[in-house]
């Protein structure tokens, strides 16, 4: 696992913005110039963002924290999905329900409802009832996982979002701004960069790029969570060797 490498950013289309007709002037400090009508992102810029984002990720999770990774368009889901349960963290990969974060004790109640029903149908409770009944509980199970699965073991606010495509997903970047949780994110020529924490610019829309980036992101996280381990082992090493100490010292009665 290494940081992000300027062949892999031009493998992966990163360069590659949307027409220019359709820019956000913010996004222009992070602009190389045009071609055939699309706005090409200036990769020297890209990779010592992605890079500082990435360090950024690393020293986050050496210290114990969660990232919840938000990315809900179609080119994202696989992704945002496979990536963060690689890293160990949490994702929304469908609807961000309005109040996830700013709500956070009521979208936990519907949590514990999703795992109600979880542990009902492995039960066997659903056999037990009318084929009617068991469709509409299996139903209302699909629709809680769909928006819930990826959150289902985050019992309190993340300390950091992974966002894919601000724009789609403003509003879950809006509720990170507003509770003071910092924002990673790719961010498309089409894009407003305001009041991003830590900026890549990128193309969020090729599954390439996309992919690059949480897997990126991924590692990092993995790379922390190690020297986090490592430290907390340690720490667990000293506290054995000075209660042995002690008892050694302890004198006889």
């Given at each position: 696992m290494?940081?992000?490498?300027?062949?892999?950013?031009?493998?992966?289309?990163v360069?590659?913005?949307?027409?220019?007709?359709?820019?956000?002037?913010?996004?222009?400090?992070?602009?190389?110039?045009?071609?055939?009508?699309?706005?090409?992102?200036?990769?020297?810029?890209?990779?010592?963002?992605a890079?500082?984002?990435?360090?950024?990720?690393?020293?986050?999770?050496?210290?114990?924290?969660?990232?919840?990774?938000?990315?809900t368009?179609?080119?994202?889901?696989?992704a945002?999905?496979?990536?963060?349960?690689?890293?160990g963290h949490?994702?929304?990969?469908?609807?961000?329900?309005?109040?996830?974060?700013?709500?956070?004790?009521?979208?936990?109640?519907?949590v514990r409802?999703?795992?109600?029903?979880?542990?009902?149908?492995?039960?066997?409770?659903?056999?037990l009832?009318?084929?009617?009944?068991?469709?509409?509980?299996?139903r209302?199970?699909?629709?809680?996982?769909?928006?819930?699965?990826?959150?289902?073991?985050?019992?309190?606010?993340?300390?950091?979002?992974?966002?894919?495509?601000?724009?789609?997903?403003?509003?879950?970047?809006?509720?990170a701004?507003?509770?003071?949780?910092?924002?990673?994110?790719?961010?498309?020529?089409?894009?407003?960069p305001t009041?991003?924490?830590?900026i890549?610019?990128?193309?969020?829309?090729?599954?390439?790029?996309?992919?690059?980036?949480?897997?990126?992101?991924?590692?990092?996280?993995?790379?922390?969570?190690?020297?986090?381990?490592?430290?907390?082992?340690?720490?667990?090493?000293?506290?054995?060797?000075?209660?042995?100490?002690?008892?050694?010292?302890?004198p006889?009665a």
């Open positions: 290494s940081q992000f490498t300027m062949k892999q950013l031009l493998e992966a289309g360069h590659f913005g949307h027409q220019t007709r359709r820019w956000n002037p913010k996004m222009a400090p992070y602009i190389f110039g045009k071609r055939n009508g699309i706005h090409i992102i200036d990769l020297q810029k890209t990779l010592r963002m890079n500082e984002s990435y360090s950024f990720m690393q020293e986050l999770a050496a210290a114990g924290g969660r990232v919840l990774f938000v990315g368009k179609r080119q994202a889901r696989d945002v999905k496979e990536e963060s349960a690689r890293g949490f994702y929304v990969n469908h609807r961000w329900l309005g109040g996830m974060l700013t709500n956070f004790a009521t979208v936990q109640q519907s409802k999703m795992k109600d029903l979880q542990r009902q149908k492995e039960e066997g409770v659903f056999d009832l009318t084929k009617k009944e068991a469709l509409q509980l299996q209302e199970l699909d629709k809680l996982e769909r928006s819930l699965g990826g959150i289902k073991e985050m019992t309190e606010l993340p300390d950091c979002l992974f966002v894919v495509d601000v724009r789609k997903e403003e509003l879950a970047v809006k509720e701004q507003k509770l003071g949780i910092p924002v990673v994110a790719v961010v498309d020529t089409n894009c407003n009041g991003i924490d830590y890549i610019p990128g193309n969020d829309d090729a599954i390439r790029a996309v992919r690059l980036f949480c897997s990126k992101i991924a590692d990092a996280l993995l790379e922390g969570a190690e020297a986090w381990q490592l430290e907390n082992a340690e720490d667990g090493d000293d506290i054995v060797e000075a209660m042995a100490v002690a008892v050694e010292e302890e006889a």
